[in-house]
């Protein structure tokens, strides 16, 4: 397949997966986190509401450039039926927006869904790509600047990027505009003493797919190896048969191995 008709079949395949969420579980569209145009989230919620539920926040990939929440719900199937509510999170896309205004929404947004949602029995994130990156930005954040402290139990970070300088010098960056400085205040990378206070408690599963590039899998090996250093309750996750775009495809799947692992996490294997 070329590159477009790959692109082409992955945005296919996340749209029809989120189709489907949408048409069998009861949502909550376009809810503001803010106040800005693409400041909105989507909750898909259990048919049961029982007073201490998992919930899932949801971070597209994407480059930071495409997509948006309303390809996000494909994985909400298997874990509402299980009892999860899964809240997938829009953020201004480049050129519309930067990457210190998209890193500021999606902590913004965890904000307002833990004031709007506070009797879950735990919060957890879980991104792919571009949006594994912004989860692991939000695990490094200093919450003092902000109203409250989320408690943040799991992260499923999947084929994510955590050093933004190898992308400067790439067309990835033609609609961000990043400068040096820009790259390096946004690198998850670069704030694991942060992540260490903020975060200490959470369970982070760093996952790459086996056919990744070869950027994506040294970036992912060697976040996992530095959150390890530093302590934290870190596992990795080599899944096999797997390329960039079929790793996060398949948590539509409750058998996937992935899917799983998330359940298992949240507590609801």
């Given at each position: 397949?070329?590159?477009?008709?790959?692109?082409?079949?992955?945005?296919?395949?996340?749209?029809s997966g989120?189709?489907?969420?949408?048409?069998v579980?009861?949502?909550?569209?376009?809810?503001?986190?803010?106040?800005?145009?693409?400041?909105k989230?989507?909750?898909?919620?259990?048919s049961?509401?029982s007073?201490?539920v998992?919930?899932?926040i949801?971070?597209?990939?994407?480059?930071?450039?495409f997509?948006?929440?309303?390809?996000?719900?494909?994985?909400?199937v298997?874990?509402?039926?299980?009892?999860a509510?899964?809240?997938?999170v829009?953020?201004?896309i480049?050129?519309?927006?930067?990457?210190?205004?998209?890193?500021?929404?999606?902590?913004r947004s965890?904000?307002?869904?833990?004031?709007q949602?506070?009797?879950i029995?735990?919060?957890?994130l879980?991104?792919?790509s571009?949006?594994?990156?912004l989860?692991a930005?939000?695990?490094?954040?200093?919450?003092?600047q902000?109203?409250?402290?989320p408690?943040?139990?799991?992260?499923?970070?999947?084929?994510?990027?955590?050093?933004?300088?190898?992308?400067?010098?790439?067309?990835?960056?033609?609609p961000?505009?990043?400068?040096?400085?820009?790259?390096?205040?946004?690198s998850p990378?670069r704030?694991?003493?942060?992540l260490k206070?903020?975060?200490?408690?959470?369970?982070?599963?760093?996952?790459?797919?086996?056919?990744?590039?070869?950027e994506f899998?040294?970036q992912?090996?060697?976040?996992?190896?530095?959150?390890?250093?530093?302590?934290?309750?870190?596992?990795?996750?080599d899944v096999?048969?797997?390329?960039?775009?079929s790793?996060?495809?398949?948590?539509?799947?409750?058998?996937?191995?992935?899917?799983?692992?998330?359940?298992?996490?949240?507590?609801?294997?």
């Open positions: 397949m070329s590159a477009d008709d790959v692109i082409r079949a992955h945005v296919s395949a996340l749209k989120t189709e489907r969420a949408r048409s579980t009861q949502t909550l569209m376009d809810v503001p986190y803010g106040e800005a145009e693409g400041e989230l989507d909750v898909y919620l259990p049961s509401s007073p201490d998992p919930l899932v949801y971070f597209h990939g994407g480059y930071w450039q997509l948006s929440k309303d390809e996000s719900g494909f994985l909400a298997p874990l509402v039926q299980k009892g509510v899964v809240v997938a829009g953020y201004s480049a050129p519309k927006g930067d990457m210190d205004l998209m890193v500021s929404q999606v902590r965890v904000v307002s869904v833990i004031q949602y506070s009797h029995s735990g919060l957890y879980c991104g792919h571009a949006g594994a990156h989860a930005m939000v695990l490094s954040t200093d919450w003092t902000y109203d409250v402290s408690q943040i139990k799991g992260a499923f970070l999947v084929s994510g990027i955590y050093d933004l300088q190898p992308i400067l010098s790439t067309y990835v960056n033609e961000l505009k990043m400068t040096e400085e820009v790259a390096l205040r946004n990378s704030f694991l003493s942060q206070v903020s975060s200490a408690s959470c369970d982070i599963t760093v996952a790459v797919a086996q056919n990744d590039s070869p899998r040294k992912s090996e060697e976040y996992y190896k530095a959150l390890e250093s530093a302590g934290l309750k870190v596992s990795f996750e096999s048969e797997t390329d960039h775009f790793i996060i495809e398949q948590l539509v799947d409750e058998n996937y191995l992935l899917t799983k692992l998330l359940l298992k996490m949240i507590g609801k294997s």
